[in-house]
């Protein structure tokens, strides 16, 4: 079930878990009230890989937002 949280920035994002890594840690999709969303994979030891982005439902080269280090650091926490 998506969960959402706001961020330093005032925004509300929406995170869902997607899946378990076999190496440890989770597979995460994060989407910003505007439509942009990242799909990222943080690892057990905090590390964060952006696997890939959307805007609007469409596959797209976004960059990565300053807050997001704040979404995933909330999440590593839990």
């Known amino acids: 079930m998506p969960d959402t949280m706001e961020v330093y920035t005032?925004?509300?994002?929406t995170v869902e878990h997607v899946d378990?890594?076999?190496?440890g840690?989770?597979?995460?999709?994060?989407t910003a009230e505007d439509g942009r969303k990242?799909?990222?994979d943080?690892?057990?030891d905090g590390e964060t890989e952006v696997v890939t982005t959307w805007r609007d439902g469409t596959l797209a080269d976004l960059s990565v937002p300053e807050w997001l280090d704040d979404?995933?650091?909330r999440l590593?926490?839990?």
């Open 10 to 13: 005032g925004i509300e994002v």
């Open 20 to 23: 378990s890594l076999p190496s």
């Open 25 to 30: 840690g989770a597979r995460f999709d994060i």
């Open 38 to 40: 990242w799909r990222i």
């Open 42 to 44: 943080l690892t057990r």
């Open 71 to 73: 979404v995933t650091a």
């Open 76 to 78: 590593a926490q839990q």
